[in-house]
C-alpha cells in the first residue's frame, strides 16, 4: 500500500505542488469577481486578515494532521481519533471535493475554449457588448462546454494516474513562476490605461460601513477555496510529507504566494474594468469579459492572451489534480483500489456530476433558489461545506489532538514562536470567528 501512496521526491517539489493546489482559479477567476460583488476594498481587508489568521494556522492543522497519519482524509481521522465518529468529518471533505471539482472543471474547460479562441485572433476587434454577448455564447451551448469540460478532466485524470511525485511536481515546478511574471508585465500594461487608477482605490480603498456579516462569510469561503483548505486537499499533500519539512515555514510560504497572486490578479481584473467600463459587479464572467478587452489593447495581444489562458488552464489543472487526488487517495487508502481504477471511476463520476452545472448556463438555465446551478454549487461549497470543515477540523486539532501532538510536528527550534501564536489561534480564536460568522450567516 505505501508504494500505491508515494512521496514527494523533494522539498521544493511539495511547496510547488501545495502552491500549484492553492493557485488556480480561486486566485484569477473567483477572487476579482467575489471583490466585484462583494465591495471592493473593504472585502480585500477582510480577506487579508482572514488569510493571516485563519489561513496559515489551518493550512498548519491541515499539513500536521495529514504527516502524522500519513492517511487520507477519512483514514486520517480514524488513526488519530480510533474508535469515533471523527472520520465523518474526512467523509465530508471528500464529498466537497468531488462536489468542487465538478464545475471547477467546466470553468476550467471555459478558460481552455478561451485559449483556443484567443490563439485563433478570436476577439480581435470585439467592442465591449461583443465581449459580453461571445462570453453568453460560448457558455450557452450544450456540446462546446461539455466537451471542454470532458478534455480538462480528461488531462486530469492522466496526471493523477501518473502518481503524485511524477505527475504533480512535474506541472507546478514549470507553472508557478512563469505565471506569476506574466501577471505582472500584464498589471504593468493595465495600470498605464487611462481610468485604471479609479479602479485602483477602489480595489485598495476600504469603506468600514459596507462590513456585514455576509462580506465576512464570502471573504471566509474565499480564503478556504483560494487556499484549498477544508477539503482534505492540503491534508493529503501532507500525508506525502517527509519528517524533516518544517510545517509553519511551509505553510506560511504557501498562504503568501497564494495571496501575492490573488492581489495580483485583482489589480490587474479590476481597474481594467473601471478602464473599459465593464460592470464590476457582472459576476462569474467578469475575468472572460475583461482579459480579452485587455489583450486587445496590448502590443502582442494575440501571443500575451494566448500564454495567460494557458497558464490559467495549467494552474487549473494543478488544482484540479489536487482535488482528484484526494478523492483517489481515499479509494487507494480504504477501499483497497488500485490508482489507475481509482482514477478512472472518481473521473467519470466527476464529469457526469458537472453536467447540470455546463448545461446551467443556457437555455436549460437550471436554477436553485435564484442562482445558476453552478453558482449554487460554488456557494454551497465554499461558504458551507468549506467552513464547515474547518471548523470541526479546528476543533478538532485544537481539542481533540491537543497540544502535545500538534507540538510533535510543528514546533521546530529555529521557530519556537510559531507554536505559541499557533496553538491558541487554533484553539479558541478561529472556532470563535468562524462558528459566530458560520451561524450568523444561517440565521
Ligand atoms: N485553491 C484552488 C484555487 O484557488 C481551488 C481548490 C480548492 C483546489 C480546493 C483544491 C482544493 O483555484
Given at each position: 500500500m505505501q508504494k500505491e501512496r508515494g512521496s514527494w521526491s523533494t522539498g521544493i517539489g511539495f511547496i510547488l505542488a501545495t502552491t500549484g493546489s492553492a493557485v488556480g482559479l480561486g486566485n484569477i477567476w473567483r477572487f476579482p469577481y467575489i471583490v466585484g460583488t462583494g465591495g471592493g476594498g473593504i472585502f480585500v481587508l477582510v480577506f487579508l486578515f482572514f488569510i493571516l489568521v485563519i489561513g496559515v494556522p489551518l493550512m498548519m492543522a491541515e499539513l500536521a494532521l495529514g504527516r502524522a497519519a500519513k492517511r487520507n482524509p477519512v483514514g486520517a481521522f480514524r488513526v488519530l481519533a480510533p474508535g469515533t465518529s471523527w472520520w465523518v468529518v474526512g467523509l465530508l471533505s471528500i464529498l466537497s471535493s468531488l462536489l468542487i471539482l465538478s464545475y471547477y472543471s467546466v470553468i476550467a474547460g471555459w478558460s481552455i475554449s478561451y485559449l483556443v479562441q484567443t490563439i485563433q485572433g478570436g476577439?480581435?476587434?470585439?467592442t465591449n457588448q461583443e465581449m459580453g454577448e461571445q462570453f453568453a455564447q460560448l457558455t450557452g451551448q450544450v456540446t462546446a462546454p461539455l466537451f471542454y469540460h470532458g478534455l480538462f478532466l480528461f488531462i486530469t485524470v492522466l496526471v493523477v494516474k501518473k502518481g503524485i511525485s511524477g505527475g504533480i511536481e512535474f506541472w507546478s515546478r514549470i507553472l508557478v513562476p512563469f505565471f506569476f511574471l506574466l501577471n505582472i508585465y500584464m498589471m504593468i500594461q493595465v495600470l498605464s490605461l487611462p481610468g485604471a487608477l479609479d479602479g485602483l482605490v477602489w480595489f485598495l480603498r476600504p469603506d468600514p460601513t459596507a462590513l456585514t456579516v455576509r462580506t465576512a462569510l464570502g471573504a471566509l469561503g474565499q480564503v478556504f477555496f483560494s487556499l484549498s483548505l477544508g477539503m482534505g486537499a492540503i491534508l493529503t499533500y501532507g500525508s506525502y510529507?517527509?519528517?524533516?519539512?518544517d510545517i509553519p515555514g511551509r505553510a506560511l510560504l504557501i498562504c503568501l504566494a497564494d495571496l501575492a497572486l490573488a492581489i495580483l490578479a485583482g489589480l490587474i481584473i479590476i481597474p481594467a474594468v473601471f478602464a473599459f467600463n465593464f460592470?464590476?459587479?457582472?459576476?462569474?464572467g467578469l475575468i472572460f469579459i475583461t482579459l480579452p478587452a485587455i489583450f486587445n489593447q496590448m502590443d502582442n495581444g494575440v501571443l500575451f492572451g494566448s500564454l495567460f489562458f494557458l497558464f490559467l488552464s495549467i494552474a487549473a489543472l494543478t488544482s484540479a489534480i489536487s482535488l482528484l487526488e484526494v478523492v483517489v487517495s481515499y479509494l487507494i487508502d480504504e477501499?483497497?483500489?488500485?490508482r489507475g481504477v481509482a482514477v478512472i471511476l472518481a473521473g467519470s463520476a466527476v464529469f457526469i456530476l458537472g453536467i447540470p452545472s455546463s448545461l446551467s448556463?443556457?437555455?436549460?438555465s437550471l436554477q436553485i433558489l435564484g442562482y445558476s446551478f453552478l453558482d449554487f454549487m460554488d456557494l454551497l461549497a465554499s461558504d458551507l461545506t468549506l467552513p464547515l470543515v474547518g471548523l470541526l477540523t479546528v476543533i478538532f486539532a485544537g481539542w481533540f489532538w491537543g497540544p502535545s501532538k500538534a507540538q510533535g510536528e510543528l514546533d521546530s527550534a529555529a521557530r519556537p514562536l510559531f507554536f505559541q501564536i499557533y496553538f491558541p489561534l487554533i484553539r479558541y480564536v478561529i472556532p470563535l470567528v468562524l462558528g459566530y460568522i458560520f451561524f450568523s450567516s444561517i440565521f
Open positions: 476577439f480581435a476587434g470585439f510529507l517527509p519528517e524533516e519539512e460592470q464590476v459587479d457582472a459576476g462569474p477501499v483497497q483500489m488500485k448556463q443556457g437555455r436549460f
